[in-house]
Each structure stands twice: as C-alpha cells, then as structure tokens.
C-alpha cells in the first residue's frame, strides 16, 4: 500500500513539474501605447532629454543634451508612466494627455532630482 501512494505521489510531482515548466514565462515590463514616439523634454535650464520610445518594446532610447545616444530597459511605472534604473540615475516619463507627458530624472550619487515637461515630436 505504501508503494503505491509512493508512485501516485511521485507521479503528481512530475504532472506538477511538467506543468510548472510549460507555463509562460512573464513578460517583461513595456512601453505603452500611450508613451509611443519621440518625447522632447526641456528643463528650465535649456537641457534636453529625449526619449524615442516605441509600443510594446522592453526598452527606449535615450538621450542628454547632444550626448550618445543610450538604449535604456524599462519598467512599468505609476499613472501609465515607465521607468529607468540606469547607473546611479532613476528617472520617469509619465503620460499627460496625447501630445505631453511629464519627465522627473533623479541623480541618486548627487541626491538631485529635477522635473520637466514633454512634448510629443511632431
């Protein structure tokens, strides 16, 4: 009687595995439909962040002032917005209607933070 709750056991865990392994996989964080596009970000300094950001993508291309070009992961961020984690740096780009959103970048080394307004490029 053992063997067999044994065996039935044993065969459960494996329908388990096999189960857990077939599962997809989760997807990774993506850019909204909302945030698709070319974002120009101007501070009231005169810098420029420019974010080209395309639907469905695990990343975007960043870029400050006339610097190189960056690809950059994202995450999901609050209010629709994404999010970047990025050597020593954190900064957001949250939807405000179709054509604006907001930009706050964080220096987390120099404990700054900084917000500006986006414009959809035309």
Same mark, same amino acid.
């Given at each position: 009687m053992e063997i067999r709750k044994f065996v039935r056991a044993t065969l459960a865990a494996g329908a388990l595995l096999a189960a857990l392994v077939a599962a997809p996989v989760a997807e990774a964080d993506e850019v909204p439909a909302a945030l698709a596009g070319k974002w120009i970000c101007t501070f009231d300094t005169g @810098?420029?962040?420019t974010i080209t950001a395309s639907a469905g993508e695990d990343e975007v291309q960043y870029q400050y002032n006339s610097e190189k070009v960056q690809d950059q992961d994202i995450e999901d961020g609050e209010n629709g917005g994404?999010?970047?984690?990025?050597k020593g740096f954190r900064w957001t780009l949250t939807?405000?209607?179709?054509? @604006?959103?907001s930009f706050m970048y964080n220096n987390k080394k120099k404990h700054t933070k900084s917000t500006a307004p986006c414009k959809l490029a035309s």
């Open positions: @810098e420029i962040s994404i999010e970047v984690n990025y939807p405000v209607s179709a054509t @604006e959103a």
